[in-house]
């Protein structure tokens, strides 16, 4: 019978009994629900599955009492009797820098299924150094510089992150292949400064390694990244006339002469292109990788006006010869080349111009028969010799100078002696 087909007044009590009965044996499992906690704890990142959290003080195991883990965190979590464990797996790790500082979830009780109370859960992870520095993707690994940085200027910065974050440290791989050109200051700043003049008549490609290391850590975990710099060429270097005499060279300077221009002329001849030796009068730029044009011009030695020289080309020309070379045996001048967008840069060369006498005659032999002997078993080198014991001698006139040059005939005789044994 159901109590619904009782009369009303034993309907009443018979409902007061039955709820009193019924709150009676749910006493001890809402009593058990009062025995739970707020739970505060801490646990290290990296820690395995199982490990312990926390230790209960209630009776989890009460008859008709259901203990449970729920709310945001709860999946971190399980419970074993009165501890509250770890809840992890291989693809589950407890990283403090992924999961957060803290993990909160909720320890919920109930009484035959009905909710009766919940405590907080609150686990800090602790952390650990179990991450590297990192570079960040503004820190370029290719640059390129001038050579005409100024030393102790900051010419590239670097930068890395720490996901732990522990302090931060720079400093230059003494043995990378360009240190000494690079120094960070201060450490903890990520500016990389020039300590070494660019050349790039030297050196064209510059590579470097920084360190990025913790600087608060026992473990002092570094990271590394390689920078290529490449350099570019400045108009730093004067016009080199060639070609270029090496008068000295090392790893950072190349310094040469430059060349004396010689040719020669005749006495009263003129307009004409010298042809120079070496030749022709050139010069480059010092700076290649520009290759600035380049004019040419006379600077000095050239008072009355005698030659001409092409300012683009540096071909030289005389106009007015030299009537007496007696007067003016050698004309000396100095040319300069410099570049059009500086002529501030300019470098300079002598030029030699030699003046030769007319040439006229040809040579006359005074005689037009010569007579001498040698003495048998003599060498082939001995002198020949006429009557009276008199060395044999070749005597040549030429009208251009006036004058008698006597010539030994030792050579001469030398190569008939030598034709006479064949």
């Given at each position: 019978?159901?109590?619904?087909?009782?009369?009303?007044?034993?309907?009443f009590w018979s409902l007061l009994v039955f709820l009193f009965?019924?709150?009676v044996a749910g006493m001890s499992g809402w009593a058990g629900?009062?025995?739970?906690?707020?739970?505060?704890?801490?646990?290290?990142?990296?820690?395995?599955?199982?490990?312990?959290?926390?230790?209960?003080?209630?009776?989890?195991?009460?008859?008709?009492?259901?203990?449970?883990?729920?709310?945001?965190?709860?999946?971190?979590?399980?419970?074993?009797?009165?501890?509250?464990?770890?809840?992890?797996?291989?693809?589950?790790?407890?990283?403090?820098?992924?999961?957060?500082?803290?993990?909160?979830?909720?320890?919920?009780?109930?009484?035959?299924?009905?909710?009766?109370?919940?405590?907080?859960?609150?686990?800090?992870?602790?952390?650990?150094?179990?991450?590297?520095?990192?570079?960040?993707?503004?820190?370029?690994?290719?640059?390129?510089?001038?050579?005409?940085?100024?030393?102790?200027?900051?010419?590239?910065?670097?930068?890395?992150?720490?996901?732990?974050?522990?302090?931060?440290?720079?400093?230059?791989?003494?043995?990378?292949?360009?240190?000494?050109?690079?120094?960070?200051?201060?450490?903890?700043?990520?500016?990389?400064?020039?300590?070494?003049?660019?050349?790039?008549?030297?050196?064209?490609?510059?590579?470097?390694?920084?360190?990025?290391?913790?600087?608060?850590?026992?473990?002092?975990?570094?990271?590394?990244?390689?920078?290529?710099?490449?350099?570019?060429?400045?108009?730093?270097?004067?016009?080199?006339?060639?070609?270029?005499?090496?008068?000295?060279?090392?790893?950072?300077?190349?310094?040469?002469?430059?060349?004396?221009?010689?040719?020669?002329?005749?006495?009263?001849?003129?307009?004409?292109?010298?042809?120079?030796?070496?030749?022709?009068?050139?010069?480059?730029?010092?700076?290649?990788?520009?290759?600035?044009?380049?004019?040419?011009?006379?600077?000095?030695?050239?008072?009355?006006?005698?030659?001409?020289?092409?300012?683009?080309?540096?071909?030289?020309?005389?106009?007015?010869?030299?009537?007496?070379?007696?007067?003016?045996?050698?004309?000396?001048?100095?040319?300069?080349?410099?570049?059009?967008?500086?002529?501030?840069?300019?470098?300079?060369?002598?030029?030699?111009?030699?003046?030769?006498?007319?040439?006229?005659?040809?040579?006359?032999?005074?005689?037009?028969?010569?007579?001498?002997?040698?003495?048998?078993?003599?060498?082939?080198?001995?002198?020949?010799?006429?009557?009276?014991?008199?060395?044999?001698?070749?005597?040549?006139?030429?009208?251009?100078?006036?004058?008698?040059?006597?010539?030994?005939?030792?050579?001469v005789v030398h190569v008939v002696l030598k034709c006479l044994?064949?």
């Amino acid at each position: 019978m159901a109590l619904t087909d009782l009369k009303p007044w034993t309907f009443f009590w018979s409902l007061l009994v039955f709820l009193f009965l019924h709150t009676v044996a749910g006493m001890s499992g809402w009593a058990g629900c009062l025995d739970g906690q707020d739970v505060f704890a801490t646990i290290k990142e990296n820690s395995r599955s199982g490990d312990v959290v926390a230790e209960l003080v209630a009776d989890t195991v009460t008859e008709g009492v259901q203990w449970s883990v729920v709310g945001k965190d709860a999946d971190w979590f399980f419970l074993d009797d009165r501890n509250i464990r770890l809840n992890t797996s291989a693809d589950k790790i407890l990283d403090r820098e992924t999961v957060g500082p803290v993990l909160t979830a909720e320890l919920s009780c109930r009484v035959e299924d009905i909710f009766q109370s919940a405590y907080r859960i609150m686990v800090e992870i602790l952390n650990e150094n179990d991450n590297l520095p990192v570079f960040t993707e503004k820190t370029a690994q290719s640059l390129i510089l001038s050579e005409l940085i100024p030393v102790n200027t900051v010419v590239f910065t670097v930068q890395a992150t720490d996901a732990d974050n522990d302090n931060i440290i720079y400093s230059v791989d003494q043995s990378s292949p360009d240190a000494e050109f690079f120094k960070v200051s201060p450490p903890n700043s990520g500016e990389v400064i020039l300590s070494k003049p660019l050349d790039y008549e030297t050196k064209t490609l510059l590579n470097v390694t920084i360190f990025a290391s913790e600087i608060n850590t026992a473990e002092h975990h570094n990271t590394s990244i390689n920078i290529s710099i490449t350099i570019l060429d400045g108009d730093d270097q004067y016009p080199q006339f060639l070609p270029c005499t090496l008068l000295f060279q090392d790893e950072n300077n190349r310094i040469c002469t430059s060349p004396v221009y010689t040719v020669n002329v005749t006495e009263e001849e003129e307009d004409i292109v010298l042809d120079f030796s070496p030749g022709p009068i050139f010069a480059v730029d010092g700076d290649r990788a520009l290759s600035s044009p380049i004019s040419y011009a006379i600077l000095s030695g050239d008072d009355d006006g005698r030659f001409r020289m092409e300012r683009e080309t540096g071909e030289m020309r005389l106009a007015h010869g030299v009537r007496d070379r007696l007067i003016t045996p050698v004309l000396r001048l100095q040319v300069m080349a410099y570049q059009d967008n500086d002529p501030r840069k300019y470098s300079v060369a002598t030029v030699l111009v030699r003046i030769l006498a007319v040439n006229q005659f040809y040579p006359e032999f005074d005689m037009a028969e010569y007579h001498g002997f040698v003495i048998a078993g003599k060498t082939q080198s001995s002198l020949v010799n006429t009557y009276g014991s008199k060395v044999l001698m070749l005597h040549v006139q030429d009208r251009d100078f006036n004058q008698v040059s006597p010539v030994p005939f030792t050579n001469v005789v030398h190569v008939v002696l030598k034709c006479l044994r064949l």
